[in-house]
DNA sequence: CCATTTTATGCATACGAGGGCATAAAACTG
DNA sequence: CAGTTTTATGCCCTCGTATGCATAAAATGG
């Protein structure tokens, strides 16, 4: 069972039942066959974006979606997505354009808009283009010097992989 | 400098010049600072599903695209795409119906295409599901055993983490 | 057909990701 | 506030992937 499959399986149980803990969570994909301890769940739950609220019967519960600002995935989960799809990252004026291999752009768009980045105000993906819009307080340069880092990318290689965007 | 990175750059100079072996890309990869081997360009051109064919001057040339009928991308690409985003495989007649976390359909969809599998028709992809057409011979229920042989998946967990489908 | 060039691959190594253990730190409850 | 519960994390280990080396196998050209 892959890290994907159980995280979407956790995904499917905070949405059909009430689950305040980690532990809760392990006892049911153990029941599924599925081996995970408190520790990996965790982890998972925090790369889901969910949060702990109080729900309308003052019952504690775990939940998901709706919550990236306040409960943003690691910037590790965003690293990760970059290191592996992202191909160029280009600025100009408050606007960012990465560029990925096609059909890849989707990923790092979510795992984008998951990691709730300061000055990101929103982004557009197509097949192999994400158009970012910066914030004017950050502005573009420097959002898309943080995109080359997490991706791993030198600017001086991206300069000279310059290609015609397109998406 | 990432795999990923590297195979969009012998896309772009394979596009752009009339390269004819690996041991010219590991050359221009190599004055761009690009470190590989003829061993690993060899590779980058299996995945990215490459043909040498002879152009209109009797020049051989390396090429890209709209050969992957005659030159898929290696199975173990598909294999490694399907193992790291699929969640579950369903099949209805003709039909197979793959799951993916939000944002990843394409990936998967981008992988299946270039991999020319036998007895896939078509497939369409959503944001977190990919519908795909099986051919009359093969069936879909033969071909959602094979994806999830290549996705790592138990037919018995599939069954048990069996969700409503919508992309 | 043969020599040369080019590609493909087995093997070994390095590195990164994933996950468990143990425990520190934080949150919660009474 | 203190005790208990729960989460977070450092560290370590395992496994899978990527890549280079060397060379076998295939392709090419004369």
Redesign the pocket.
């Known amino acids: 069972m892959?890290?994907t499959q159980?995280q979407h399986r956790i995904n499917e149980l905070l949405e059909r039942e009430v689950i305040?803990?980690?532990?809760q969570i392990v006892g049911r994909l153990n029941a599924e066959g599925i081996?995970?301890?408190?520790?990996?769940v965790?982890?998972d739950?925090?790369e889901l974006g969910t949060v702990?609220i109080r729900d309308e019967h003052g019952t504690?519960r775990?939940v998901v979606g709706g919550a990236s600002l306040s409960s943003p995935a690691p910037l590790d989960h965003l690293r990760?997505m970059m290191?592996e799809w992202v191909v160029s990252v280009e600025s100009s004026a408050s606007l960012v354009v990465v560029r990925t291999p096609p059909g890849c752009a989707h990923v790092v768009a979510s795992a984008l808009d998951r990691s709730a980045l300061e000055g990101v105000l929103g982004s557009v993906a197509g097949d192999d283009t994400i158009l970012v819009i910066a914030s004017e307080k950050r502005g573009g340069e420097d959002l898309a010097r943080e995109f080359r880092a997490l991706a791993g990318i030198d600017e001086v290689t991206s300069t000279s992989m310059k290609g015609n965007g397109h998406g």
């Open positions: 892959t890290k159980r305040s803990t980690a532990a081996a995970a301890t408190q520790a990996t965790t982890r739950l925090q702990k504690r775990i990760r290191g």
